[in-house]
C-alpha cells in the first residue's frame, strides 16, 4: 500500500484549539475569491425531491473543490 500525503494527518480534530483552527481556515477558503459559485442562476420550480437534489449535488461540487484545493498541514 502506499500512502500518499501526510502519513501523520488525521481527519478528525485532536483538540477543540485544532478544531477551531481549521474551521477558521475552511471559513477563509469560503471567501476566496477564486472560489467558484456552484449555485445555478435564474428562477426554479420543481418538487421538494428536486430541489433538495440540486442541492446535494451543489454541496457535492463544493467538497470536490475543496477536496482538490485544499492545503493538509505537513
Not at 500500500?1 to 485532536?14: D, L, T
Not at 445555478?40 to 425531491?49: E, I, K, Q
Not at 451543489?58 to 477536496?67: D, G, V
Amino acid at each position: 500500500m502506499r500512502v500518499v500525503g501526510n502519513p501523520q494527518w488525521n481527519e478528525f480534530a485532536a483538540s477543540p484549539r485544532e478544531a477551531m483552527e481549521r474551521g477558521a481556515r475552511l471559513d477563509a477558503m469560503t471567501r476566496l475569491p477564486e472560489m467558484p459559485d456552484f449555485q445555478p442562476r435564474g428562477v426554479f420550480r420543481g418538487t421538494h425531491a428536486f430541489l433538495a437534489a440540486m442541492d446535494a449535488e451543489k454541496e457535492r461540487k463544493r467538497q470536490a473543490w475543496f477536496q482538490q484545493h485544499a492545503k493538509r498541514p505537513d
